[in-house]
């Protein structure tokens, strides 16, 4: 996880947390059309071992999203958090 330090001779927390709230909106986005492409038994008629490993692959793909989407929350909480700290 990345976790930069506020200072006052660096970015502000607006400029920190905001790219990584955009990133993880995509990142919703991406999810849910990733989800329009689920693999389909009917899509692998008589080769059942390779339906299965697609999907896995597939579900694989989607926990890795959401992996990246937690770390980037995280991120921007830390940030966050360092923002209403007291001095």
């Avoid at 200072?7 to 400029?15: E, R, V």
């Avoid at 899509?43 to 579900?59: G, K, L, P, S, V």
């Amino acid at each position: 996880m990345i976790r930069p330090t506020l200072n006052i001779n660096g970015s502000d927390a607006f400029d920190l947390m905001d790219p990584r709230r955009n990133a993880m909106d995509l990142i919703n986005e991406l999810i849910e059309a990733l989800k329009q492409v689920t693999p389909n038994g009917r899509d692998y008629i008589c080769d059942r071992e390779r339906f299965i490993a697609d999907r896995n692959t597939h579900f694989d793909r989607l926990a890795a999203l959401r992996v990246l989407r937690e770390e980037l929350l995280e991120e921007a909480l830390h940030i966050g958090n360092q923002e209403r700290a007291p001095a």
